[in-house]
């Protein structure tokens, strides 16, 4: 079993910034790479970003310049750094975590741009 805890949403206004952290326990030797989703009202989840355990990253193409994700592997914590929001980029955000026994998920967190 993994845990993931998120933290780090809110309210910001359009060009401001925010840091999502989401730490994991439990199974973490199992976890393969991590990632954040994301899923707006009536849409589906889709990628954000993921970082590999070797770390590498990929980003979503409307978020590409913009986030960045790291991980601090003392920490068992992974960030999405995220600048230059634009109201489009509200959602609610989601930690995962791609692990040999299966995915995990985080609870959710919610970010909000205001125009």
């Known amino acids: 079993q993994v845990q993931l805890v998120e933290s780090g949403g809110g309210l910001v206004q359009a060009g401001g910034s925010l840091r999502l952290s989401c730490a994991a326990s439990?199974?973490?030797?199992?976890?393969?790479?991590m990632g954040w989703y994301r899923q707006a009202p009536g849409k589906q989840r889709e990628l954000v970003a993921a970082?590999?355990?070797?770390?590498?990253?990929n980003y979503a193409d409307s978020v590409k310049g913009r986030f960045t994700i790291s991980r601090d592997n003392a920490k068992n914590t992974v960030y999405l750094q995220m600048n230059s929001l634009k109201p489009e980029d509200t959602a609610v955000y989601y930690c995962?975590?791609?692990?040999?026994?299966?995915?995990?998920w985080g609870q959710g967190t919610q970010v909000t741009v205001s125009s």
């Open positions: 439990g199974s973490i030797f199992s976890i393969n790479a």
């Open positions: 970082i590999t355990s070797g770390g590498s990253t």
């Open positions: 995962n975590a791609d692990s040999k026994v299966g995915p995990y």
